[in-house]
């Protein structure tokens, strides 16, 4: 009877030193996370805290996170003598469009990719696969006399000639069309009558709406965030995106820190605001692409 109770004894206290250890191996995860965490929103605190800095207090050290003495000079210069509103709607324009340019697409490539069986589609898709390696800087001088023999030099259908399509995004789609929806789903539709554009668009979008968030989130923020291609591309300021805008605060040998510190938070806005309203899909997007077939 005494080695029975020693037993049990003996179980209860080694379940819980492991449970005593999983929770400090828990705790130590959260801690080095947390520190991760504050280091990479540390840089995005501090843009923001010196747009509302003067440039003396910008320049002193140790440096501060609240500003001691606040001021809107900084956006009042960068409104004022900056058409920086222009530029974020030009950004906004040009991602809107690309973002549905590449949604459009990788739907209707995934879905064919995804539930159509032909050889040829698999070479295909291979293709497409294999253009993910090659860089953007490679094609996008002949892109670009593309883009002036057609004349769209300086307008927004310029810079979309070189984002209509992500090969990623095909890549996302077909990864959860071929999980997310049945083979039967689709056989059941075909035998009451429903054609192909009607499954389509019935069916099967409603169906990605997580993968079509996710993948909405990243084709933004690529053409938002683009840079070599609107620079070459755009040579009137009026026709700058946000990001070739935010370059001309910098010089060959100065940078004017408080008004692109004050630009630089102002675009953060949008950029945010889409990311915090989307966060759920990209997450449950990205998270089913992994899936094994």
């Known amino acids: 009877m005494s080695e029975a109770v020693s037993e049990i004894v003996a179980e209860t206290n080694e379940g819980a030193r492991l449970r005593f250890k999983k929770r400090a191996v828990d705790r130590l995860i959260d801690l080095v996370l947390l520190v991760f965490s504050i280091l ?67 739907a209707i490539a995934g879905y064919i990719l995804g539930k159509f069986r032909y050889r040829t589609l698999n070479v295909i898709f291979a293709l497409f696969l294999a253009t993910a390696v090659v860089p953007f800087e490679v094609y996008m001088i002949p892109l670009y006399f593309q883009a002036q023999s057609l004349g769209i030099l300086n307008t927004t259908w310029g810079l979309l000639l070189g984002y209509l399509v992500m090969s990623f995004g095909i890549f996302l789609i077909r990864q959860n069309v ?46 938002w965030t683009a840079f070599a291609w609107p620079m070459i591309v755009t040579t009137t300021r009026e026709s700058y995106t946000i990001e070739v805008g935010l370059a001309l605060f910098q010089t060959g040998f100065t940078v004017d820190l408080g008004r692109l510190s004050a630009a630089s938070a102002a675009v953060l806005v949008p950029s945010v605001t889409l990311f915090i309203l989307l966060r759920r899909n990209f997450v449950q997007g990205i998270a089913s692409t992994g899936l094994k077939e």
Do not use: C, Y
């Not at 001691?68 to 003598?81: C, H, Q, W, Y």
């Not at 071929?178 to 554009?197: N, Q, Y």
């Open 40 to 106: 990479m929103i540390l840089p995005l605190v501090f843009l923001v805290s010196n747009a509302f800095k003067t440039p003396a207090e910008m320049l002193a050290w140790p440096p501060t996170i609240i500003p001691a003495d606040p001021t809107l000079d900084n956006f009042k210069s960068v409104l004022g003598e900056t058409p920086l509103l222009r530029w974020i709607a030009n950004s906004l324009l040009f991602a809107g469009l690309s973002t549905l340019a590449i949604l459009a697409t990788s």
């Open 178 to 223: 071929i999980h997310s929806i049945p083979d039967e789903l689709l056989e059941a539709a075909r035998i009451d009558g429903a054609g192909e554009l009607w499954i389509f668009w019935r069916i099967v979008l409603p169906l990605l709406r997580g993968a079509l968030g996710a993948l909405g989130v990243l084709a933004f923020f690529q053409a």
